[in-house]
């Protein structure tokens, strides 16, 4: 009796129909690798908030509504932004260009100079090579395989490029350089003697 009663309130489990659910189609951020709901908490949001802009626009509205139908609203406004921002950009382009054939023209002198380091240690500073087209890279090498010392390419307070030789070898590469880059004769080249460096 108290089975017939359990088995009215407890009725065996038959399972009727199973459902199968589909695979969730979820898009993944490009730059992040988040979902896009989580891109906002990253370090990269602004990143991530163009890529989904981008990328999948039906995404960007819903989550970011607002956003959307500010973008929608000023998109004329934004291309003409783009455009007048790519000009900009070529007249900055432009006149560094004009500037620098000008220091060419203006100074076309290989300065070598000897600067103490420490008390009886040097360094040999040779700059302006770039503007005979030499690499610096490949004279700075150079200058170390002939000498058997340490050799770079620096940048110095001005930001231009110059190589730093360790050693005194100021007078054997005075004598070096024209015999290396025959466009560069021995009256193009300065030599000073500095202080400490």
Not at 137 to 161: E, H, I, L, M, R
Request: glycine letters at 4%.
């Amino acid at each position: 009796m108290e089975s017939e009663q359990t088995a009215k309130v407890f009725p065996a489990y038959i399972p009727t129909e199973t459902k199968v659910l589909d695979p969730a189609d979820i898009v993944y951020c490009g730059i992040c690798s988040l979902p896009p709901e989580f891109c906002s908490y990253g370090a990269t949001a602004d990143k991530c908030l163009n890529w989904l802009k981008d990328n999948n626009t039906a995404l960007f509205a819903k989550i970011y509504p607002k956003e959307a139908e500010a973008l929608l609203d000023n998109s004329a406004v934004a291309e003409k932004l783009e455009s007048l921002k790519f000009d900009e950009k070529e007249a900055k382009t432009e006149e560094p260009k004009s500037s620098k054939d000008k220091k060419k023209k203006a100074v076309q002198k290989v300065l070598v100079k000897r600067v103490d380091r420490n008390k009886r240690k040097f360094v040999t500073v040779v700059s302006g090579l770039e503007f005979f087209d030499v690499d610096l890279k490949k004279a700075a090498k150079q200058f170390a395989n002939k000498y058997a010392c340490g050799s770079s390419v620096t940048k110095n307070a001005a930001g231009a490029d110059e190589i730093v030789v360790q050693g005194d070898f100021m007078d054997d590469i005075v004598t070096l350089i024209p015999v290396t880059w025959k466009h560069i004769t021995s009256d193009l080249i300065d030599t000073k003697t500095e202080g400490k460096k």
